[in-house]
Each structure stands twice: as C-alpha cells, then as structure tokens.
C-alpha cells in the first residue's frame, strides 16, 4: 500500500479532522500545518520526513513500521531501498 493511501485510511478510522491531528502533533512536540496533512493524504507532496510519520502512527493508531516503510520505499532511490532490503 502506498504512503498517502496508508495515512488516507488511518485518518478515515481514527475519525479526526486535520486540525485536530495537527493540535495532537503539536502537543506532541511536532508542528504541521493542516493544509500540509490534507496533501500528505492526498498524495499531492512526497511523504513526510520519518520524526513527522512516527507521530502521525502514534496519533492515527496506525503501524509505525508499515508507514515509515511505505515512506522509505517512495522518498529514496529504488536500488538504495533494495540495498538496504537485502542487507536486513
């Protein structure tokens, strides 16, 4: 499954709005604009950086691995992923 289908589905079962996930973020010591999450989700920009994604699992009570890896797979080059794939 892809990052942003992955955040599309944890926001949809975790029943929150953008601004509340933003507001749980925040007190969690990570500051991201709503207008930011809502393309996350969307896929219109890259996935976020890892320190973002493991909030945003906590948050959505999503897999944290699962999400951090989808991120991975789409933010670094393919033969790098499959390198690091092997070696693990």
């Not at 599309?8 to 029943?15: C, N, Q, S, W, Y």
């Not at 999503?62 to 070696?87: C, F, G, M």
């Amino acid at each position: 499954m892809k990052y942003h289908e992955l955040l599309k589905l944890g926001i949809e079962k975790a029943d929150l709005s953008l601004a509340q996930i933003c507001r749980r973020m925040d007190k969690k010591g990570v500051t991201i604009d709503r207008a930011i999450v809502c393309k996350l989700k969307n896929g219109k920009i890259p996935p976020a950086k890892d320190n973002v994604n493991k909030v945003l699992a906590q948050i959505l009570e999503i897999d944290e691995s699962q999400l951090r890896i989808a991120a991975a797979k789409e933010t670094i080059p393919e033969d790098l992923y499959n390198l690091i794939k092997v070696a693990g």
